[in-house]
């Protein structure tokens, strides 16, 4: 592997209170280099063209416009690592050793072999933060990416990785479980979402329009959450698994507008009884989302099959809406 580079962006590196717990985690960790053919990039463009290396190495995948899926995905990746590590510090999720920090991407190459990630700590006094604690050099760089075959010859035994959950039977939806859904409260939180794929725009800031349309919108809801069940009993696939704060969560499909075609999502929790029984449980409605951040959310844990939930659905609106998973 190559040094790092050392280069300082002095007072060019990103404002700390645009970020969210997730972004300032990485970002506390690593220095991305922004200084690219002369010009700063902004952090995440800076940051896609880092990842070019692991994207050409891993399996072809369809990353959203300038590769904005893959930045998240690599940026919560890093941030549930530590999360893990943590919680968990004896196994081997991170490692940073002498002037290097390894650990997996979670990504594979096309022959299936997991990749790995390992940046050298970057030492220019410039930096922020070099001072005290010198921070992991980020820039396009080949070297920073590597199969297992090559990781284990600077890392062994090799960093594991993350795993979103233990009970995997959870990851399949009893479709025959009607959802407790609390229909006014999950109208109420995400009224502008609901109406403008229902009722427009220009509807949202309305307070009449809603009052007015709240029965209204919970029926068509209720339509699509029924539409949804049927199509869970004809294909497991249909619950797609997220992860949300260390809860395993399952994504539905809201089809408002035309059957064939999801516009919302629902997040469903299980619920087990209580006192147990063994074998009887329920699903909890928590919120809705968008499409973007029902995919990013769930591309976390694995690679959505093609259903219904697809990178190719969800790239006009994914710069706004990446940072909404904490």
Known sequence: MNEAASFGLNNNQPRWENYNRVWREFLDTFFINRNI????????PALAYALEPLKELAEVENWGPNDMILVSYFVHTFYELRKAQRKNPDIRYIVEYEDWIYFNTGLITETMERIYAAFQKNYKLASRGT??????????NPNNFMRDIHMSDYCYPLPDRCSYFDDYTQLIMDGTKEPIVHWTHIIDENWERICEIIYGKDKCNDEEFKRRQQYDAQTRLEGALKLARNRVLTNYRTAVPQSYKGELQLLLPLCLKKASKPDLVLTLTRQDSNPPIPGVFTYIARTILTLSMAYQNARLVARPEKDWLIAEDVTTTMDDEMDEYE
């Open 131 to 140: 001072e005290e604690k010198p921070q992991y050099f980020l820039s396009y």
């Open 37 to 44: 053919d002369g010009y700063y990039w902004d952090v995440r």
